[in-house]
């Protein structure tokens, strides 16, 4: 570790886990090309509370230009 | 034998979790808009076919045949890296790496559509994504840049100011990933003495005059339309990095000076590019230029500072 760069030194390390980012009680709709509510039919970032799809800023970080890559 | 579909208009270039492009849809088809959204993990389970010299794009998409051409197209949304990192554990299989590396690329050359409008065009981006260039480019348009070094020899008289910390990162994006770790690297801050450490040599990294009393303030710019957000934990700034306190992080709407304003659009410009998101630090009355992310996120901010940047990029885009 005594040649750890020191940004790789400080970074935070945490365990990678299978994410699973497809949101809950969601269907993708290929066509429409968003996320739908199963149970309404509607986008789901326009349900009420938008309880849906959250953005990635707010998720685990991957740097904004790699886009969940 | 498939329906054919409306030529778009508007042309995404996606993942299909890339959430921030479900409230551009929402927003465009509230206009009416003809789009196409194509995510990169899909492109497998449709037919496409690109036809170069005639600028055509043909797609087959759950069961609807879409045509592009730069007769129809106005604009691209593209959301993709412009490069793919190699983080150093990829358990794909070869037919799925060869299958990423080729989609990747077909993306990016749908560049060939150049009359439309980029948001952005990735050769843009990838020229702007360089932080030497931000903070150049922010310099020479006025903006006020916090004193910075990039440097594998930190010495105590250049980055350490007067005996005082300097803020350090990457000068790309801290992340690698190690026997099923994957590590993320904040901003930080060093003294002099961390300057004795010789694994500084090791890579170059960014040494920048540490903006302590600050608050941090996003801009989203599209085009002339600016959008600030200040980044607030239990009601004030915070003085490191705020990503680590993004669970507790409040974000409000930010009246930029009209001076400060304008230059944020200056730099999107000459950078090359029509969206940008900005992060500043506002320290007294002063407003520091930090670096501009060319493809930043913003959907967040939607609803969590009522800035209405969807509609905004649903305007770019259907203009």
Redesign the interface.
């Known amino acids: 570790m005594?040649?750890?760069?020191?940004?790789?030194?400080?970074?935070?390390?945490?365990?990678?886990g299978q994410v699973d980012?497809?949101?809950p009680g969601c269907s993708?709709d290929?066509?429409?090309?968003?996320?739908r509510d199963m149970a309404t039919g509607a986008?789901?970032?326009?349900l009420p509370g938008?309880q849906?799809?959250?953005?990635?800023?707010?998720d685990i970080?991957?740097?904004?230009?790699?886009?969940?890559? | 034998m498939p329906d054919t579909a409306a030529d778009p208009v508007v042309l995404i270039l996606a993942s299909r979790f890339d959430f921030t492009c479900d409230y551009v849809v929402a927003a465009l088809r509230r206009r009416g808009v003809v789009y196409l959204r194509l995510n990169s993990e899909d492109l497998a389970d449709c037919s496409v076919t690109l036809d170069p010299v005639a600028r055509r794009l043909t797609v087959v998409l759950a069961g609807a045949h879409f045509c592009v051409t730069p007769t129809s197209l106005r604009s691209v949304l593209f959301r993709r890296p412009v490069f793919l990192r190699d983080y150093g554990d990829d358990n794909r299989s070869s037919q799925d790496r060869f299958a990423r590396i080729q989609w990747a690329a077909f993306m990016q050359n749908l560049a060939l559509f150049d009359d439309a409008r980029w948001y952005n065009n990735p050769a843009s981006t990838y020229g702007a994504e360089h932080k030497a260039v931000q903070l150049y480019e922010a310099a020479r348009i006025g903006m006020r840049v916090p004193a910075t070094l990039v440097t594998n020899a930190p010495s105590h008289e250049d980055v350490c100011l007067s005996g005082r910390q300097c803020a350090v990162k990457g000068l790309d994006t801290v992340m690698v990933r190690e026997a099923g770790d994957e590590m993320f690297g904040f901003t930080t801050f060093a003294s002099q003495t961390d300057c004795d450490d010789p694994a500084w040599t090791s890579a170059p990294t960014v040494f920048q005059e540490a903006i302590r009393d600050k608050t941090d303030v996003r801009v989203t710019v599209i085009d002339d339309r600016v959008f600030a957000a200040e980044v607030l934990v239990a009601g004030k700034g915070v003085t490191d990095d705020w990503r680590l306190h993004k669970r507790s992080a409040q974000f409000a709407r930010h009246d930029l000076p009209e001076e400060v304003s304008k230059q944020c659009v200056e730099l999107v410009a000459a950078l090359g590019l029509r969206y940008g998101g900005i992060d500043l630090a506002l320290s007294g009355d002063a407003y520091y230029f930090l670096e501009i992310n060319p493809t930043g996120e913003w959907a967040w901010l939607v609803d969590a500072a009522g800035l209405p940047i969807d509609e905004a990029v649903a305007d770019a885009l259907s203009r």
Do not use: F, I, S
Request: hydrophobic residues 35%; proline residues 7%; without cysteine.
């Open positions: 005594g040649n750890l760069h020191p940004l790789l030194a400080r970074a935070q390390r945490y365990r990678r980012l497809q949101p993708y290929a066509l429409a090309g968003a996320w986008l789901a970032v326009e938008r849906g799809p959250r953005t990635k800023k707010m970080e991957t740097g904004e230009d790699q886009k969940g890559e």
